[in-house]
């Protein structure tokens, strides 16, 4: 979640993100890009083993921890859960290899990126006056979670399934400062790191799968969100950003990040595909430096209005595609979309194959 902004990239945090309980010319338009026919269903991404690491004992504050190396990463760890503790590398390293082909293909982190994840509180708060000195009340005054400020996450242990979410999370923002030529607007830098959460253990929690649709947190507050009437226009969601939503309160910014969340699926899948190439087009072009070029934006130190990306590689009307993106959240939220999330398959595939499914059974069979 970006939120301080000086001569450094976008600092990200997760601020109670998840509900437990980141001078123009006229442009030209991009290049056409064709449209991918049908809805995609992926398969869950089961990542190779990672290569060995090299281990060597860390202690802070007095507590015995470790410092995993692993090409492009090193994860310091200082926590109780022996599980935890054991799983935390190789999930980090796998997150980095899905983040890089789930959406195309992205290229290698320019530099090393390091990760810091605590077993208590006490010590995220030692480490975080340490190291940000006078900048360490702005974080300090987090919920739960942990920041990424220049690529580094400093992170603490809030449980094994919510800190997993958390790593993603955050990694994501590790991997676009350490490696995106130029920002991605907010909506979508945080809807990706959203997007890339999903996951599942599998073989007695010796497998990681990772399925983008498989995020009950986020469903289920999109869903809330839907129920209670709090969804907001598509122009509204691009043009802000996490911060304007948490100024209304907790709940804003987790259906903010709800609806996000639904906003990546929707370009990548909704409509039998017609925003997908136009959407990884997009990521492509931001990792390579060329989002600022090929909207003909002269400046490319200044964050890229939301509204502005949306319209020049979409090209549609804000107001038809508003409409496509609210249908799809409905029907994504509709009744019986639990069991398709729970499985981490596209809600309205999932409906459409079950209702083809019961017609089928129900069709009167010929006899001789």
Same mark, same amino acid.
């Not at 935390?88 to 980095?96: D, G, K, N, T, V």
């Given at each position: 979640m970006p939120v301080v902004r000086a001569r450094r990239r976008a600092a990200a945090w997760l601020l109670v993100a998840l509900p437990i309980g980141a001078c123009t010319s006229v442009p030209p338009s991009p290049p056409a890009v064709e449209a991918t026919p049908g809805a995609v269903r992926p398969e869950p991404a089961i990542m190779p083993a990672m290569p060995q690491p090299t281990i060597e004992p860390w202690v802070f504050g007095g507590a015995q921890g470790?410092?995993? =190396?692993?090409?492009?990463?090193?994860?310091?760890?200082?926590?109780?859960?022996?599980? #935890?503790?054991?799983? +935390?590398? %190789?999930?980090?390293?796998?997150?980095?290899?899905?983040?890089?082909?789930?959406?195309?293909?992205?290229?290698e982190p320019r530099r090393p990126i390091d990760t810091y994840i605590f077993g208590k509180r006490s010590q995220w708060e030692q480490y975080t006056r340490e190291a940000l000195r006078d900048s360490a009340e702005l974080?300090?005054?987090?919920?739960?979670?942990?920041?990424?400020? $220049?690529?580094?996450?400093?992170?603490?242990?809030?449980?094994?399934?919510?800190?997993? /979410?958390?790593?993603?999370?955050?990694?994501?923002?590790?991997?676009?400062?350490?490696? /995106?030529?130029?920002?991605?607007?907010?909506? !979508? $830098? $945080?809807? +990706?790191?959203? /997007? !890339?959460e999903g996951h599942r253990m599998r073989n007695e929690r010796t497998t990681i799968e990772f399925l983008p649709w498989r995020n009950l947190e986020r469903f289920s507050e999109l869903r809330s969100v839907v129920r209670e009437g709090r969804m907001v226009s598509l122009g509204q969601l691009v043009s802000g950003t996490p911060q304007s939503f948490l100024g209304d309160g907790r709940d804003s910014l987790l259906s903010y990040y709800a609806q996000v969340w639904a906003l990546m699926?929707? #370009?990548?899948?909704?409509?039998?595909? %017609?925003?997908?190439?136009?959407?990884?087009? +997009?990521?492509?072009?931001?990792?390579?430096?060329? !989002?600022?070029?090929? !909207?003909?934006?002269? =400046? %490319?130190? %200044?964050?890229?209005?939301?509204?502005l990306v949306l319209s020049q590689y979409f090209k549609v009307d804000e107001r038809e595609i508003d409409r496509q993106y609210q249908a799809f959240v409905k029907q994504v939220v509709a009744s019986g979309a639990g069991d398709a999330i729970w499985l981490g398959e596209n809600p309205i595939e999932f409906a459409a194959r079950k209702a083809a499914a019961a017609s089928a059974k129900a069709a009167p069979t010929a006899t001789p």
């Open positions: 470790s410092i995993v =190396r692993l090409p492009g990463l090193s994860i310091h760890v200082v926590v109780r859960d022996r599980w #935890l503790a054991d799983t +935390l590398p %190789r999930f980090a390293w796998q997150s980095m290899q899905h983040y890089r082909t789930a959406l195309g293909a992205l290229p974080y300090l005054g987090m919920g739960r979670g942990g920041y990424t400020i $220049e690529g580094r996450a400093v992170l603490y242990d809030i449980g094994p399934v919510d800190t997993l /979410f958390i790593v993603a999370h955050e990694g994501w923002h590790q991997y676009t400062q350490s490696t /995106f030529v130029e920002q991605l607007p907010p909506w !979508m $830098e $945080e809807g +990706l790191a959203t /997007f !890339m699926h929707f #370009l990548n899948e909704g409509e039998g595909g %017609r925003y997908r190439a136009a959407f990884r087009l +997009l990521i492509d072009d931001a990792a390579n430096g060329r !989002m600022a070029d090929r !909207m003909g934006l002269v =400046r %490319r130190s %200044r964050l890229v209005p939301g509204r």
